[in-house]
């Protein structure tokens, strides 16, 4: 067995050690490829400060980036034995490179060194989601657009359209990534440096890792930069639950829509499952299932506040299971919005739902607004109209003309798209992309 970087000649208790590792060995899986990005990044600062010869980091550099390649194909496995993805690379290292392996753990802690591999691991996370949202919220404008002219209302009320409805989600979308845009800037900087939570004695130059890995900055302050673990996910699971929102509600408004009661949209048959008895029936379970995983999604920031509100500074063992409910959420979200994306693209409208006489009374609103503008008091047309409802002799002229911004006759989605733009634009993805190709070339 692969003895622990902190033991010593005590081997621990097989039952406390499969309480205290948990799931932590399935969930470091996913942060391997940053774990290895990580280590190089700091290699380098180490050999630039005098810890490590330039011969050694060249070594440790190729064999980290043959690793890297491994973790990138979704082979790398954390063997039995082995504690963590930190030991799994640093026994990878001494086995091809002998005791340089041991080298790169100079001047960290696994305490730093899982903050960091969390943060690189989540802003890979949200640039994900970050372009998948936009993908739906561009689906969702075009079908706005090609559909504006379609009334609609869920209720007898006043007229509604297809293109509000569709525009209505898009613009939730926009204002959702803003508040990613912010949990993106949280996650974004750098913790490198802080050790366990107290910083180090070597000449450690933060500046230079931060550079390296294309943070926008770093957590200056060592205590805070422990402090921050469970706050970060935190932020940014409340910023996953924006999205959820509106994909759930989203979700509800499907269901209801696709109904027989309704009949205000179609789903194509392939993509819904029937019933073992009814053979008419035809279930929107993709709708179905968004809905319940959203809702779920939208739960996650009070777990992760439930784990760590009562935690004092430093490092507890408590966050480890953070990972566990954080991690995964990722690919459920993005799963949800790929769903949802090409259900709406593929879905029909029903451009007929007015036909229907129960809708006449639609345009009642209409009709005092139209006698007002040729000079009537408000207060008098609405009772005329009123009147002739109750006596069944309203007739209504289904012309709708809404002309202020937002309205039916203008959405605005021009403009939506223009806000939603510059929301994007205000990620730094580029700098992020440029900083890994230059570290990994």
Same mark, same amino acid.
């Given at each position: ?13 097989? &039952? ?13 899986? +996913? ?5 290895? !990005? ?13 810890? !490590? ?11 980290? %980036? ?14 039995? *034995? ?12 001494? /086995? ?6 041991? %080298? ?13 591999? !969390? ?18 919220? &561009? ?7 090609? +559909? %504006? ?12 359209? $297809?293109?509000?409805? #569709? ?25 490198? *440096? ?57 979700? #509800?408004?499907?269901?209801? $829509? ?28 993709? $709708? &179905?299932?968004?809905?319940? %995983? ?31 409910? $954080? ?26 739902? !007015?036909?229907?006489?129960? +809708? ?9 607004? /139209? ?71």
């Amino acid at each position: 067995m692969a003895q622990k970087l902190w033991e010593k000649n005590v081997q621990v208790d097989k &039952e406390v050690e499969t309480f205290t590792v948990g799931k932590d060995r399935e969930m470091d899986l +996913y942060l391997a490829k940053y774990d290895v !990005l990580g280590s190089m990044a700091h290699i380098t600062m180490l050999e630039s400060i005098g810890l !490590l010869a330039k011969e050694e980091l060249t070594v440790l550099l190729a064999e980290l %980036k043959n690793i890297y390649a491994v973790a990138d194909r979704g082979e790398f496995v954390i063997e039995e *034995g082995v504690e963590d993805v930190h030991s799994q690379v640093e026994l990878m290292l001494t /086995r091809r490179l002998g005791d340089i392996g041991k %080298k790169i753990h100079s001047g960290r802690s696994r305490n730093d060194q899982v903050l960091l591999d !969390l943060k690189l691991y989540t802003r890979a996370q949200i640039r994900e989601l970050v372009e998948l949202t936009n993908g739906l919220f &561009e689906v969702l404008i075009s079908q706005s657009n090609r +559909y %504006k002219e379609v009334l609609m209302h869920l209720q007898i009320a006043m007229p509604s359209s $297809f293109g509000l409805w #569709f525009g209505a989600y898009a613009e939730s979308l926009m204002d959702d990534l803003q508040m990613m845009q912010a949990a993106y800037k949280v996650c974004n900087r750098n913790p490198l *440096g802080s050790a366990a939570g107290y910083g180090s004695s070597f000449p450690l130059n933060r500046q230079m890792t931060t550079d390296l890995l294309g943070f926008d900055s770093m957590d200056y302050n060592v205590v805070y930069a422990q402090m921050g673990r469970g706050k970060m996910e935190r932020t940014v699971a409340f910023a996953m639950a924006g999205i959820a929102a509106t994909l759930s509600k989203l979700a #509800f408004d499907a269901c209801m $829509f696709n109904s027989q009661n309704f009949g205000f949209i179609k789903l194509p048959d392939q993509f819904t499952t029937g019933s073992s008895i009814m053979p008419h029936k035809k279930n929107p379970d993709v $709708f &179905e299932l968004t809905r319940a %995983k959203c809702n779920k999604i939208q739960g996650l920031p009070q777990q992760i506040t439930l784990i760590c509100n009562n935690l004092p500074s430093g490092y507890f063992r408590d966050l480890q299971i953070i990972k566990e409910v $954080f991690l995964p959420a990722f690919d459920e979200l993005k799963d949800c919005i790929r769903m949802v994306t090409h259900m709406m693209r593929e879905v029909k409208v029903n451009d007929h739902i !007015l036909e229907d006489d129960k +809708y006449a009374l639609l345009f009642s609103v209409e009709e005092v607004n /139209r006698l007002v503008l040729e000079g009537v008091p408000f207060r008098d047309a609405y009772k005329q109209v009123g009147l002739n409802i109750e006596a069944g002799k309203f007739t209504p002229n289904k012309t709708v003309s809404h002309t202020h911004e937002g309205s039916i006759g203008n959405l605005c989605n021009d403009s939506i798209s223009a806000l939603m733009q510059n929301i994007i634009d205000g990620f730094s993805f580029s700098k992020v992309n440029e900083a890994e190709k230059e570290l990994l070339a």
